[in-house]
């Protein structure tokens, strides 16, 4: 099945620090990648949309100056986390979608998540 | 519109039972409905997935039955294990947009 790697799985660092999340898509091209935010006990917050050679799309409410977005290549997206606060300590999640199967609706699979605790 | 709502929030089992898990949506653009499972830790893992030109999948042990009509799709869990435990989330897309996610349902399968 498809494989999403996300690395580090667990970052705790200083305030003010910049973090960079990397999510790898193993055995399929990853057109479309995304970006979440969760909570304890909480659902998925759709963070950002991330297109391959293009800009990221952020919903609404998110810093793109804050959470930065790359999706350089078909199989890698980065998150960066710039001078992150205590506030932005949260569970960080990518997904990515294969759209070379020509159904547009295939199936998101997720990473195992980013654990980011910020002193 | 873009809602799903979930229900319930949480739920707890005896093990050999059947879990069932509820979701609504509003917007009928919406045309691709996935079930995922998430362990503590760890991201959500796609569990089975419906369509809604069918009323039924069922795949082992877990099944979605969707109404078109009502607007609404159930998860039955049959058999329910205690490795069962975790949570679920509905989901719900149309057109290859961004995933609406239900609320989440911590489920607990108990001996």
């Known amino acids: 099945g498809a494989v999403v790697s996300q690395h580090p799985s667990r970052v705790i660092c200083k305030s003010g620090t910049s973090v960079k999340i990397e999510c790898r898509s193993l055995d399929f091209q990853a057109t479309t990648m995304f970006w979440y935010r969760q909570f304890p006990k909480q659902s998925l917050m759709l963070m950002a949309t991330s297109n391959e050679g293009s800009k990221a799309t952020y919903e609404q409410g998110v810093e793109k100056d804050k959470f930065l977005i790359n999706h350089a290549s078909l199989t890698l997206s980065t998150l960066t986390v710039t001078s992150a606060h205590p506030e932005d300590s949260s569970f960080y999640i990518c997904?990515?979608?294969?759209?070379?199967?020509?159904?547009?609706?295939?199936?998101?699979?997720f990473g195992d998540g980013t654990r980011l605790s910020i002193l | 519109q873009q809602q799903v709502k979930q229900s319930p929030q949480s739920l707890i089992v005896q093990k050999g039972g059947i879990s069932i898990i509820n979701c609504a949506y509003e917007n009928t653009a919406f045309d691709y409905f996935p079930w995922y499972q998430q362990f503590p830790g760890k991201g959500p893992a796609l569990l089975i997935a419906i369509r809604p030109d069918v009323s039924e999948k069922k795949e082992g042990r877990f099944t979605i039955s969707f109404n078109k009509s009502a607007k609404q799709f159930s998860l039955h869990i049959m058999d329910s294990q205690p490795g069962d435990s975790a949570t679920y989330f509905c989901?719900?897309?149309?057109?290859?947009?961004?995933?609406?996610f239900g609320t989440g349902t911590q489920l607990k399968v108990e001996l």
């Open positions: 997904s990515a979608r294969d759209n070379s199967a020509g159904w547009v609706n295939q199936p998101q699979h």
């Open positions: 989901a719900a897309t149309g057109g290859g947009n961004k995933l609406t």
